[in-house]
């Protein structure tokens, strides 16, 4: 028995990658959330517009690095990541007023508005694969890891390494800073509580004064922040191709709903769920088994409950069982 | 255009049911001497809303010239069956519904036209009916959404509403769909407050409240007219209000069928025969 190893083969495996991945789909679900908390549907596109931002900071972290500039140890991604922002702003901003906003003025039912937002993903789908093409895309520089698996060994003695990879590092600090900095705004801002308001009671809002135009472009950049910082850290982690951040979507829904649409909190908490069940349904368990079992019982067969291929079904399944169970999510949100 | 996309609506605009409009409201028609008093029309009271004709969207009028009016200072009493059209008119009154005749003034400007903001900045604020309260804010932050429009400093508004409301005080970090109905009353009406309106329109504010806190709340709604400011307001309690009404109003079908001092009212026997039930 061996419960040192078998903690490091799973921190190292499940825990590290799935905390970063969780903290990936956590940020996607932000956004998600909150275009259904403020604008009351559910943006399909908002995979795509992942995509676009990750997509414009590429170039422009090319264009740094051609030019010379990097970021010392951290990737150069991190300083293209406000051009990213800015960038998708304007698009969200022109999207929400050449299609969404005729739909807001004449009070479209929220169906009505996800039929078009699966129009808007189709359209940044194309032009995503016009700038950036559809193959994979690495673009990750800087000091690859914090701790890497063979200095560990050594320095522990254990047999089992540990990788602790930096970009899965920024993500998780990065994810937080986000987090805090959103938080802080919608509690502590009269224009954020302001946005909170108007996702409790439209009316109620419009009567207090509160602009609805200035609440949703208010929304969509800060939408647009966090779809591309979400990108551009699961581009970083992984990489960049623009077929899977199509795919993304289903996890980031699976995370909004299962953490209550409208809510973000719950966001957080399903980007988390959905990450650690999809990694550990889909990861094979021996090696950590093993370690635990005494000498002479270790597992013949790989202990994996699903392989890595239908890892998208997890979130499937979560879903279809929170939205037959608990409609609302696992903190309260609005109902779907 | 717009047409087609009306059966499409949902989830939006106002919700405006109330537990006694279920089925269809008893009919009771304009009596024969809607001639009480006249409305007043030709003198312009602080705010005005005259021959106001309107319904929702483009369907039928709901409202049919009806004429409303409040004094500086004095409480004027809107009362009528259920499905009268009396939010309506104060919908109407507040831009949330577009008149297709008549018009409302605010101390002798003409206000029609504007939007609910506008008029919210102008010094008139509004307490619907229902869903009248951010329930997921907390009590102070309701306060402070009432006094989104303002850019000076608000504490000293919030302390005054906590005088009039105790309760509030005492609640103000907990969510406000947490509390009572009749908190939650007053909630409503302290997140109005907090503009310093010249007007203050409520939509039956007493509704749901047990009668100790309906006396309790009229009470301040007394004190609040005490202190200049105009009062509008919708009540299903039509003998206690008008008791309290400087002006009232008997709305039926969109129109005015009675109209007077609130002591008028209670004394003319057509109006207790029709609607004060003797
Ligand atoms: N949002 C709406 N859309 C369409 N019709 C409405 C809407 N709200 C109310 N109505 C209709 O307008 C008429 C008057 O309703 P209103 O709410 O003004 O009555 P009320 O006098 O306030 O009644 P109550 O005493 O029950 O509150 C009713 O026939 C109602 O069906
Ligand atoms: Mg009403």
Not at chain 1, 119 to 144: K, P, Q, S, Y
């Amino acid at each position: 028995m061996e419960p040192l190893n078998a903690l490091v083969v799973f921190l190292n495996f499940v825990f590290i990658p799935a905390a970063a991945y969780g903290a990936q789909l956590a940020l996607g679900a932000l956004g998600v959330t909150l275009i259904y908390g403020i604008l009351r549907f559910s943006n399909f596109a908002h995979g795509d517009t992942m995509a676009f931002g990750t997509a414009i900071t590429i170039l422009v972290t090319f264009a740094l690095q051609g030019a010379g500039v990097t970021f010392g140890p951290l990737p150069t991604a991190l300083l293209a990541l406000p051009v990213g922002i800015a960038a998708t702003a304007l698009l969200v901003l022109g999207t929400d007023r050449s299609v969404y906003r005729f739909y807001r003025e004449r009070k479209a039912a929220p169906v009505i508005l996800v039929i078009v937002s699966m129009g808007v993903m189709f359209v940044m789908n194309g032009i995503v694969r016009f700038i950036i093409g559809v193959e994979d895309v690495v673009f990750t520089d800087g000091a690859r890891f914090v701790i890497d698996a063979r200095g560990f060994r050594e320095a522990t003695g254990l047999a089992e390494g540990l990788a602790l990879r930096s970009t899965q590092v920024i993500t998780l600090v990065t994810a937080a800073v986000a987090v805090a900095l959103l938080f802080w705004f919608l509690n502590r801002t009269r224009t954020g509580k302001s946005m909170r308001a108007f996702s409790d009671n439209e009316d109620l809002a419009l009567l207090s004064g509160i602009s609805p135009e200035r609440v949703v472009a208010i929304t969509w950049i800060i939408v647009a922040a966090l779809a591309t910082t979400a990108g551009v850290l699961y581009g970083l982690d992984k990489s960049f191709k623009a077929f899977t951040y199509f795919q993304l979507l289903l996890p980031i829904f699976a995370a909004a709903i299962v953490g209550g649409l409208g809510n973000p909190v719950g966001a957080i908490a399903g980007g988390f769920i959905i990450a650690f069940s999809e990694v550990m349904v889909t990861y094979a368990w021996r090696k950590v088994v093993a370690y635990l079992l005494p000498e002479g019982l270790e597992p013949t067969s790989l202990l994996q409950l699903m392989s890595t291929e239908y890892k998208f079904a997890v979130s499937f399944a979560i879903l279809v069982i929170v939205l037959l169970f608990r409609p609302t999510g696992l903190f309260k949100g609005q109902s779907v | 255009m717009t047409e087609a996309y009306d059966p499409l609506r949902d989830d939006r605009g106002n919700r405006d049911i109330s537990i006694t409009k279920i089925g269809n409201p008893p009919v009771l028609t304009p009596a024969e001497n809607r001639e009480t008093r006249p409305a007043p029309g030709a003198v312009r009271a602080f705010l005005t809303a005259e021959a106001m004709v309107g319904g929702y969207g483009r369907g039928a009028n709901i409202l049919n010239g009806c004429t409303v009016a409040a004094e500086k200072g004095q409480i004027a009493v809107i009362v009528g069956p259920n499905g009268a059209g009396k939010s309506t008119a104060m919908k109407a009154v507040f831009g949330m519904l577009e008149l297709r005749q008549g018009t409302v003034t605010l101390d002798g400007e003409d206000i029609t036209r504007l939007k609910p903001q506008e008029r919210v900045a102008r010094g008139m604020a509004f307490v619907p009916q229902t869903r009248n309260i951010f329930a997921s804010l907390s009590v102070e932050e309701n306060l402070e959404m009432g006094a989104f429009l303002r850019r000076d400093d608000i504490s000293r508004t919030m302390e005054q509403v906590y005088t009039l409301f105790p309760i509030l005080k005492e609640k103000r970090r907990q969510p406000a769909g947490e509390l009572s109905g009749g908190q939650r009353q007053q909630v409503a009406v302290g997140r109005a407050l907090m503009t310093e309106p010249k007007v203050l329109m409520l939509d039956e504010p007493t509704a749901g409240v047990s009668p100790i806190v309906m006396d309790e709340l009229f009470d301040r709604i007394i004190e609040v007219a005490r202190q200049g400011i105009t009062i509008l307001m919708v009540e299903q309690n039509a003998r206690q209000a008008l008791e309290i009404a400087d002006m009232g109003y008997v709305l039926v079908q969109g129109a005015n069928a009675y109209s007077g001092t609130g002591r008028e009212l209670l004394a003319d026997p057509m109006v207790r025969k029709s609607f004060l039930g003797g």
